[in-house]
């Protein structure tokens, strides 16, 4: 391996996996996902295999067609601070909403999050767009996707703000003079922006990592400007290798524009890794998770992302070609939307072939194979300027995560492409640049 770069591997959990029907396998337990026990085994798995992070999505509402999937949510900094207390090395990102929370409790609680795993944090910074959050918010409908974004870069700066009001040797501590600290070095932040106000200073001191990592997942033209300005990590939804190379390439680019170096700027699309001894077996495996899909609720939910009622569309024929026109006028994801017509497009894909897509990994890329097919697929991404490293999206948890821990990472240690890092932070781990300390002007 060089030591200029090296693969990244970022394990993704979705409740019980990525797939709508993983809690419906005969291995799962399918309401493990309030279990603090069923947290603590992924986490130590993921560490264990030589993860660099583990992350948790979050929703702040229970979602459409709660009937028939699994959509209960835990908060996800209440599970993260559990398994910093059951882990040394992994790191623990999570998601906030920049469209419900106030910076000052998102600037706390991450920053808390820092000082308790020792440098491992992350924020993963969503703006929210499902109707049913902005309902448990007292709001009436989302804003418009523009403005979501405005207030989220809003929103970062003051959180941005409130980690720096302190500097690095701020806290003195000294018993023998009485002085805690030193109030030269912390400030006020008197932050008065459009959405957001914060007089600050923060009330937790400058954290291990300087600042938390900042991940975040736009891939629409606000989307992309908001990661290339503010994020360490970008994840992304790609399933063609072209299509990814144009991705990185504009994402570098725009990171460059800012004044960014652009290998500050790290690339994860997500991977649905199915791997086993054989081919034949792992395609036994997804035909498996596929036959337990309630095909009525995947439906549904395609229906909401494409903004077109698919509920009378004939499953055997493919897409129609007015489909996702309506798209732009909900509030789903608009690079979600892009990537499951180009994927029912590209591959000709029926509508019932569709679904099993969506169902296996919302539009991800599929990986079915052994360890070193999978390995292959991943290390043409990576030398071919696709990703720095991958969201694994594991599809039913746990065995899956611990079928890619036994499978694929062997094959990529052996091809020099990934080894188990043990720098102490995440910034480290993950090659970033260091966060100087603040220093400002009296």
Known sequence: MTKSRRMGLNAVIFGLGSHEAGWRMPESNAVASTDLD?????????EDGGFDALFLGDVLALQQSADRHLSDAMDPLVILSALAAVTTRIGLIGTASTSFDHPFHLARRFASLDHITKGR????????????EAYNFGLDAMPDHGDRYDRAADVTEAVLALWDSWQIDARIADKQTGIYLDPLKVRCVDHDGPFVRSRGPLNVPRSPQGRPILAQAGASEAGRDFAARYADMVFTV????IEAQSFYRDMKGRAARHGRAPESLMIYPGIVPIAAPTRHQAEDRLAQMNGFMVVEHVLAKLSEFL?????QADLDDTLPETIGANAAKSQSSQSRVAV????????????RQLLMRLASGRGHLLAVGTGADIADTMQDWFDNGAADGFNVMAPVMPGDLARFIDFVI????ERTLFAVDHQPTLRQRLRLP?????????
Do not use: C, K, M
Request: charged share 20%; no cysteine; net charge negative.
């Open 238 to 241: 790609q399933s063609d290798l």
């Open 434 to 442: 260091a966060i100087p300390g603040f220093v400002w002007s009296h």
């Open 340 to 351: 499951l017509v180009g994927i029912a497009r590209r591959d000709r894909l029926s509508l």
């Open 121 to 132: 944090a992350g924020w993963n910074i969503v703006t929210s767009s499902n109707p049913l």
């Open 410 to 413: 062997p094959e990529l240690a």
């Open 38 to 46: 069923y947290w603590i085994d992924i986490a130590r798995r993921a």
């Open 307 to 311: 903004g077109d009622d698919l509920s």
